[in-house]
């Protein structure tokens, strides 16, 4: 029995290592040869705890591979990106063509009896189009939206939850969607989670699934806006909003998250607009929560701001180009080196573009900054920063700013967007 998974990326790597690792044969396809060489080495191009290990174990013992074109195996496993794009107007619509490009990739070594599960994170309908692209290119074969229970090919939807940072665990104790385009489908992809999946397998539709997952970020995005707009409320009225979160907290029924300088990531940021561009209208809050979080860095920015000019109230002798601004945490959320599509690298790569002054970087994660995004900044320990800077903005909540002595913060203009200082 082969597995193929599509996609050698942030979820489709460790679920082709974890089901590798189960002594299944396993063949993973990327389109990028510079990653099918590395893991071909056995050694990994993402940052992922464990995976490296795991990976280079399944190489070594011969159960993973990876190639750049598809071939015949018993199930495949579609786990390509599905960002959005502009389109009439639009900013945001869902962008099938990885997962278009994947189906018709796939297509061609399809057999009788084969499995198509799509994992990536995908509009409502998404699955059926899958259905629908390996049809055309296969009129030789039969499929469950024409054929039902006695369709050649079994597809599924089934995505993926894992949450980066954990991903190895997540992989294996998270329960499961599942769900098929026919019930046979289903039970044909409960029988490979199973493989390696130690959490429940539930099945459901393949549009229910689809929506399960979407709902399960919004919900998300929906609690940090709340809280996001709570701080900039409070903020206006000058309460603290981490004691006002503490206190709340305190009812039996209230959880608030927490807030930050705005989401980042490439799922809690994206997927809800999968529903508002489908439902435009009706899909009122998770458009609001969206905006929320999206004005959150500027808000953060203002503030910023408004503490230089602060600073420069208080110091009439100095001018703008002696202001230093430390700016701690690039990365999209705590303890992580991924700066991928966050809120703190896009928040300090303005400060620094508008900043006269010297703009200082703290990032305990990374040994360098990112080639040509922070031009002028300069990366350094938090201690040097504490000792020069004059206007000092939190941006992630990194452990090893949480111990920082509050005395170094003294004489400091302090924007926390965490809370962990002001709280
Ligand atoms: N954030 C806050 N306040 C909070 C919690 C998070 O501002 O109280 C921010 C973070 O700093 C970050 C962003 O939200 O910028 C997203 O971080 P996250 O840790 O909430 O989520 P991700 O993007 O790393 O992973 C999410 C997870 N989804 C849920 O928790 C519902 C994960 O389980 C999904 O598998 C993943 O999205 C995905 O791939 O869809």
């Known amino acids: 029995n082969t597995i193929s998974v599509i996609g050698l990326g942030y979820i489709g790597l460790p679920t082709a290592a974890v089901i590798a690792s189960r002594r299944k ?5 990327d389109v990028n040869q510079h990653a099918v060489d590395t893991i071909n080495k056995g050694e990994i191009h993402i940052v992922e705890p464990e995976l490296d290990m795991i990976v280079h174990a399944a190489v ?7 190639t750049t074109s598809p071939e015949p195996a018993d199930a495949f496993l579609i786990a390509v990106p599905t960002p959005f794009k502009a389109e009439g107007g639009n900013d945001h619509v869902p962008d099938l063509s990885y997962i278009e490009a994947a189906s018709k990739a796939i297509a061609p070594v399809l057999n009788k009896g084969n499995l198509v ?18 049809a055309e290119a296969r009129p030789d074969l039969t499929f469950p939206q024409s054929h039902g229970e006695d369709s050649d090919i079994r597809i599924a939807h089934c995505p993926e939850r894992v949450l980066p940072g954990h991903v190895i665990r997540e992989l294996v104790e998270n329960d499961r969607v599942i769900g098929g385009m026919t019930e ?25 699934a689809e929506m399960a997952k979407l709902t399960e970020n919004s919900f998300r995005d929906v609690n940090i806006a709340f809280a996001n707009e709570l701080s900039i409320i409070c903020d206006k009225l000058d309460i603290n909003v981490w004691e006002l979160i503490r206190l709340s907290n305190r009812h ?18 994206v997927d809800p607009w999968f529903i508002v561009s489908e ?3 009706e899909a009122r809050l998770i458009r609001a929560a969206r905006e929320v979080n999206d004005g959150k860095p500027q808000w953060v920015i203002d503030k910023v701001n408004e503490a230089v000019g602060k ?10 180009k002696e202001v230093s601004i430390a700016c701690f945490g690039l990365a999209f959320k705590p303890d992580i080196d991924d700066l991928r599509e966050s809120p703190a690298l896009a928040i300090t790569q303005k400060i620094a573009a508008s900043n006269p002054g010297q703009t200082l970087i703290v990032e305990p994660n990374i040994e360098a900054l990112p080639a040509g995004k922070l031009e002028g900044c300069t990366l350094v320990t938090a201690d040097d920063a504490l000792e020069s800077a004059d206007v000092v903005v ?23 967007s965490r809370g962990i200082w002001a709280a």
């Open 252 to 269: 039996p029924r209230v959880n608030i998250l927490q807030p930050g300088p705005g989401v980042g990531g490439h799922c809690i940021a």
């Open 60 to 66: 070594k013992e011969g159960h993973l591979r990876a």
């Open 394 to 416: 939190l941006l992630v909540d990194h452990k090893p700013f949480k111990s920082i002595d509050p005395q170094q913060l003294e004489g400091c203009y302090l924007i926390d």
């Open 279 to 281: 439902t435009p209208d």
């Open 311 to 320: 600073f420069l109230s208080a110091n009439p002798e100095k001018t703008a």
């Open 184 to 208: 046979r489908c289903s039970k044909a992809a409960t029988a490979l989670y199973k493989i390696f999946v130690e959490g429940e397998c539930i099945t459901t539709t393949a549009r229910t």
């Open 117 to 134: 599960i799509l994992e990536s994170t995908s509009p409502v309908g998404a699955t059926e189009r899958v259905a629908e692209v390996l």
């Open 25 to 29: 044969k396993v063949v993973g396809v």
